[in-house]
């Protein structure tokens, strides 16, 4: 018991620690980061907001980029990865309505990953196929039909992530993690 509590401590304060250094990033510093996400094609004129809200430059391309986190990685992201992203924050139902890209080619970064099967899932487990990327693109589709015949294994370099839910989405990876 006495080992699981220092455990529980140095894990509760190395995450303080993490969250502090993202905490002290600058507008610039996080602009940066943000733009690591996806080509200068898209990037240049894309609008830059936390996943807050916060705005930290406008855009004028209809893309919306975001700096990484402990949770997420940088990534750039059409007008539906947004509108997935906020349902999936507030646990609402989503439907697609268009295929959308969102760019994620700094891959995870410093976040901690995701599960394959549990949107919601803060943490590995056993059963939940807990992955972390690298540089990859994510695409929703308008019609949960498309998705049938595709892998849901995530060593695939293509493969269904969150089969089943109303975030289900494609993964085609770019390059491997670093």
Not at 53 to 75: K, Y
Not at 102 to 127: H, K, Q, R, V
Request: hydrophobic share 45%; charged share 20%.
């Amino acid at each position: 018991m006495k080992r699981f509590v220092v455990l529980a401590v140095a894990v509760s304060v190395c995450l303080l620690v993490t969250s502090m250094a993202w905490a002290e990033k600058t507008k610039e510093e996080l602009i940066a980061d943000a733009e690591s996400a996806a080509p200068a094609l898209i990037t240049e004129n894309a609008a830059i907001t936390t996943l807050e809200g916060e705005v930290l430059r406008e855009g004028s391309n209809g893309w919306t980029c975001h700096p990484g986190s402990m949770v997420i990685g940088p990534m750039c992201n059409q007008p539906q990865w947004d509108a997935l992203l906020s349902a999936l924050m507030k646990k609402e139902p989503f439907d697609a309505e268009e295929f959308s890209v969102s760019y994620m080619l700094a891959g995870e970064g410093e976040a901690i990953g995701a599960s394959n099967t549990d949107p919601f899932a803060t943490e590995p487990t056993d059963d939940n196929d807990w992955v972390k990327e690298g540089p990859h693109l994510m695409i929703t589709v308008p019609d949960p039909a498309i998705l049938e015949g595709l892998s849901t294994d995530p060593t695939d370099p293509v493969y269904v992530m969150w089969k089943g839910t109303p975030y289900a989405h494609i993964m085609v990876k770019i390059a491997a993690e670093d």
